[in-house]
């Protein structure tokens, strides 16, 4: 008996099965007990042919779960996975490609079998033989189609660029994680002469400002030349945050009077509206009383307006936080302008909020 530690079967992310077919193609098997078995190596050549996805998985012949399903998740690689993840994504539209193609190719050998049977009298011992290559170029249209659909419905849910993106970013700050730098907080001198690992005293060396800037620069932007809506101007850095700190600090409590002339506005219309029960006015009166109305209605319904663009804004943010933030970079900034000059946003304005 051979030995199945080296066999296993080839399934797709339906749990269907597959088996090789006279001309030695990939086709789904009715059944498990149908499906065939190969060795890793036959399987893994199968499946990752080209710049095929890996829309499929192997099952060791002594196994019941597909390779990648973790018992422990510490088990898992993330880079190795984010990064097949990046890569499928990269693939769909070429692998769709490919699906599309392979489906015309079948259509096409449908079309061939109908217009036989239309063109020729068939005897039953052809009946049969012909029954038989239909039914297995529609089910191998199936197939290519439900493939087609699945790799469809996961670049339209998960599989988008945007996403594609998100893991790129998420590799980085993995690997990030091989160089972080601990600061002590209050006991510096325990950590005196110690490189944080035995393989990277180079870790112990501070990056200056420039050096981290850079750094940055590098880990999240790739050196492309793109216009942005700052080029070519002469920017004021220092009134942009001024007015970053001006907008965090009041934009609360802006909300909070807008509210409040919201109610003043409804009180107004609803007097105005109370008066009309009561007076008969003639063609000028009602006239000014219409158009009062009309500019009470207007107004209100432009700070509605403005409320929730603000609130669905602000909803995303924490003011104080932001305000805090920029209050230090603003102090940062008139330092490096003036650096002689005393700080020019104190401790109290950079913890505190206007209410």
Not at 237 to 251: D, L
Not at 277 to 302: F, H, I, P, T, W
Request: net charge negative; hydrophobic share 35%.
């Amino acid at each position: 008996m051979s030995d199945r530690s080296n066999l296993c079967y080839i399934i797709d992310y339906q749990r269907n099965y597959y088996r090789t077919d006279d001309n030695n193609q990939l086709v789904m098997a009715e059944s498990k007990e149908a499906a065939e078995v190969f060795s890793h190596e036959e399987a893994n050549e199968r499946i990752n042919k080209g710049r095929k996805p890996k829309f499929y998985a192997t099952i060791d012949a002594t196994e019941s779960k597909p390779k990648g399903v973790y018992d422990n998740m510490e088990e898992i690689d993330w880079l190795g996975y984010l990064s097949t993840f990046r890569f499928v994504v990269a693939s769909l539209d070429q692998y769709k490609s490919e699906l599309n193609e392979a489906l015309s190719q079948v259509d096409m050998k449908i079309c061939d079998i109908m217009h036989y049977v239309e063109l020729y009298d068939v005897c039953e011992q052809e009946n049969a033989g012909l029954i038989q290559l239909l039914k297995e170029c529609r089910l191998e249209r199936r197939r290519i189609k439900d493939e087609w659909l699945c790799a469809d419905y996961f670049q339209n849910s998960i599989g988008t660029s945007q996403n594609a993106g998100k893991a790129k970013e998420a590799m980085k700050q993995i690997k990030k994680l091989d160089s972080r730098h601990y600061t002590p907080r209050q006991l510096p001198e325990l950590f005196e002469d110690k490189p944080e690992s035995e393989n990277d005293t180079a870790a112990m060396i501070q990056m200056t400002h420039e050096e981290t800037a850079l750094k940055r620069k590098e880990d999240t932007m790739e050196y492309t030349k793109q216009d942005t809506v700052y080029d070519g101007k002469n920017n004021d850095w220092r009134e942009f945050a001024k007015k970053q700190v001006e907008f965090y600090g009041s934009i609360k409590q802006y909300i909070s009077n807008q509210h409040i002339r919201v109610e003043e506005l409804d009180a107004r219309i609803e007097e105005a509206l109370q008066m009309t029960e009561n007076a008969n006015y003639n063609v000028a009166q009602a006239y000014k009383v219409l158009k009062m109305l009309k500019d009470l209605r207007n107004e209100r319904k432009a700070i509605l307006t403005e409320l929730q663009y603000l609130e669905e804004m602000v909803s995303y943010f924490d003011c104080e936080a932001m305000h805090n933030a920029y209050c230090y970079c603003l102090d940062l900034i008139e330092r490096i302008v003036a650096p002689d000059a005393e700080a020019t946003v104190t401790e109290t304005e950079i913890t505190g909020v206007t209410a």
